[in-house]
């Protein structure tokens, strides 16, 4: 049993529910909150926060990596997946590896990496490299984010508001920046899932 389905069967029971009332309030089968449980299944990040959001608590909490994965000199967060530098793919897969920031970075807010995938962000981000990110709904105007793409998606690009919608832009020019208006953005969904605050290339 993986440290999230345990995890969250506890906080289930906690708080009294069932796995078909729990099921209810996240929108989805009653069966997929038992594959969960099983460790069956993993969710997307959007299940994730809908998850942590229920039961008030943070992601790595949620994810089982607070007290265990702590040490004097930092703080261990999950690699949760893969992120597309390129066309969106599958956000969260399952927790790859762990990787350490400061604690005073993890003071400042919560954390999660993503491993990316592709070549659209080179020669910034390569192909197999690591972002720390940090979760937030809203990024300014030219910073690198995270963004969630009909709700189990996720890219990583450049950000350019626009008032007609938002522009994802990759560093390489080989690539076209991708636009959604601002009917779309409301749509499918798309949204600001963090902040790229580092890169850790991989070699």
Do not use: W
Not at 134 to 140: D, F, H, I, K, M
Request: negative net charge; charged residues 25%.
């Amino acid at each position: 049993m993986s440290e999230f389905s345990k995890v969250f069967k506890n906080l289930r029971k906690d708080n009294n529910l069932t796995q078909s009332e729990l099921a209810k309030k996240l929108g989805v089968a009653t069966s997929t909150v038992g594959m969960y449980e099983r460790a069956q299944r993993e969710p997307d990040f959007e299940t994730l926060e809908k998850i942590a959001n229920c039961f008030g608590v943070n992601m790595n909490t949620l994810l089982g990596t607070n007290s265990e994965k702590n040490s004097l000199s930092g703080t261990k967060i999950p690699v949760l997946g893969k992120v597309a530098a390129g066309i969106p793919i599958t956000a969260v897969e399952n927790i790859l590896d762990y990787e350490e920031i400061s604690s005073e970075t993890a003071a400042s807010g919560e954390f999660v990496a993503l491993k990316i995938q592709g070549s659209s962000m080179e020669p910034r981000m390569y192909d197999g490299d690591v972002v720390i990110v940090r979760v937030q709904s809203n990024v300014e105007n030219g910073e690198v984010a995270v963004v969630m793409v009909d709700g189990s998606e996720a890219t990583v690009k450049k950000v350019q508001f626009h008032p007609n919608g938002i522009f994802l832009k990759p560093f390489n020019p080989s690539y076209d920046p991708i636009f959604y208006s601002n009917e779309e953005i409301e749509k499918l969904p798309v949204r600001i899932f963090g902040k790229v605050v580092e890169c850790r290339q991989k070699y």
